[in-house]
């Protein structure tokens, strides 16, 4: 498998952390680049937008904000920082930007957290449309690797 570069959704929760620990051992072995990529889910900004009676615009741009600010922090002290070419926060439904991102870019593989058998609680849309990571894998030809949370980290990589 030829894997020059690899695609990281990340929500800066542990599970994605965890996964993108995963990925920098994989780039490690295959000489790859990373970019990584957060999504605001625009549903959730109009929701906010309407609760809180704040402009959308206004809202999108603090969320923005705060996502640049967490990929700051981050990368100053997160150990695979020099494997990362970039570094992306975009606005939409999370597994069409990851699948339009994974396009515009040609990656090799996609990396992705995810929370297991166990689940994260459920919600109706995940019952009954599937999770995000589902939801990549039927968009897109290229290999989607989901990293449960808990995944032990001394696992080889072949």
């Keep these: 498998m030829d894997v020059s570069l690899i695609l990281i959704p990340t929500d800066f ?5 965890n996964s993108m620990n995963y990925a920098k051992k994989m780039a490690e ?6 970019i990584l990529l957060n999504v ?11 609760y809180s009676k704040e402009p959308l615009e206004k809202v999108l741009e603090r969320l923005m904000n ?13 150990e695979g920082k ?8 975009s ?6 930007e990851i699948a339009m991102k994974a396009r515009d870019f040609q990656v090799d593989l996609i ?36 990293v449960p949370i808990g995944w ?4 080889p990589i072949d």
């Excluded at 929760?13 to 952390?17: K, R």
């Excluded at 606005?91 to 069409?96: A, K």
């Excluded at 109706?124 to 599937?130: T, V």
């Excluded at 032990?152 to 696992?155: D, H, K, L």
Aim: overall charge negative; hydrophobic content about 40%; glycine content about 8%.
């Design 13 to 17: 929760s542990d599970c994605a952390i």
């Design 29 to 34: 072995r295959f000489h790859a680049k990373l």
């Design 40 to 50: 605001i889910d625009s549903r959730e900004a109009e929701h906010f937008s309407a």
């Design 66 to 78: 705060q996502s640049k600010q967490a990929f700051r922090k981050l990368l100053n002290t997160w």
């Design 82 to 89: 020099d494997l990362v070419q970039e570094t992306l926060v």
């Design 91 to 96: 606005v939409g439904m999370p597994f069409q």
């Design 111 to 146: 990396l992705m957290g995810g929370y297991g058998s166990r689940g994260k609680g459920g919600t109706i849309e995940e019952i009954f449309f599937g999770s995000t990571v589902e939801k990549v894998v039927r968009l897109l030809p290229c290999p989607v690797l989901c």
């Design 152 to 155: 032990p980290e001394e696992q």
